[in-house]
T-cell receptor
Framework: KAGVTQTPRYLIKTRGQQVTLSCSPI?????VSWYQQTPGQGLQFLFE???????NKGNFPGRFSGRQFSNSRSEMNVSTLELGDSALYLC???????????????FGPGTRLTVT | AQSVAQPEDQVNVAEGNPLTVKCTYS??????LFWYVQYPNRGLQFLLK??????LVKGSYGFEAEFNKSQTSFHLKKPSALVSDSALYFC???????????FGQGTTLQVKP
């Protein structure tokens, strides 16, 4: 089974621009979560989507948004980029248990975003 | 509020010796606990999980973890370390019945020959 794929793998943008990152989950996984990884803040949860609905959102400004399509693929968008948005953005997919909690999440290789 | 703590930034161990990477958590309700490993310039790889059942959980690559509810800990262990185990290890918890994972700050494991 193919793993989680993320595109692009590397991206360089200028302050003030916007960016869209894409994530294709493992086949059959309907929950997709996004995380930001930086040396200073570590791994931080951005948001989770399930069945095209945002189920949970982390503590990030409104410049960060996402969506999920009917085939479970997901995109995240960051508008008005700031230098501090430079990070590794990780996407993860998972199955859900009967309680609604996600079982183990499988991560993609990430998109390395550099804002100059 | 949910939280995870990994008290050691780095753990050094000699190859062949047992290793332990520590993790404590705070969550209301029943926790789902996970360990992930990250190699340089790579995403996170799932190692093992505790959902319910036996307190000793076995995972990939010979790793295991012990869930201790009274101490709210979930330490990662391996009986005999390999140089190839050298990497960054993350403990994570989910406790709100969603896909939100709260990660610890990570522990760098250095296994020396």
């Amino acid at each position: 089974k193919a793993g989680v794929t993320q595109t692009p793998r590397y991206l360089i943008k200028t302050r003030g621009q916007q960016v869209t990152l894409s994530c294709s989950p493992i086949s059959g996984h309907r929950s997709v979560s996004w995380y930001q990884q930086t040396p200073g803040q570590g791994l931080q949860f951005l948001f989770e989507y399930f069945s095209e609905t945002q189920r949970n959102k982390g503590n990030f400004p409104g410049r960060f948004s996402g969506r999920q399509f009917s085939n479970s693929r997901s995109e995240m968008n960051v508008s008005t980029l700031e230098l501090g948005d430079s990070a590794l953005y990780l996407c993860a997919s998972s199955l859900l248990g009967t309680s609604g909690a996600a079982y183990e999440q499988y991560f993609g290789p990430g998109t390395r975003l550099t804002v100059t | 509020a949910q939280s995870v703590a990994q008290p050691e930034d780095q753990v050094n161990v000699a190859e062949g010796n047992p290793l332990t990477v520590k993790c404590t958590y705070s969550v209301s309700g029943n926790p789902y606990l996970f360990w992930y490993v990250q190699y340089p310039n790579r995403g996170l790889q799932f190692l093992l999980k505790y959902i319910t059942g036996d307190n000793l959980v076995k995972g990939s690559y010979g790793f295991e973890a012990e869930f201790n509810k009274s101490q709210t800990s979930f330490h990662l262990k391996k009986p005999s370390a390999l140089v190839s185990d050298s990497a960054l290890y993350f403990c994570a918890v989910s406790g709100d019945n969603t896909g939100k994972l709260i990660f610890g700050q990570g522990t760098t494991l250095q296994v020396k020959p």
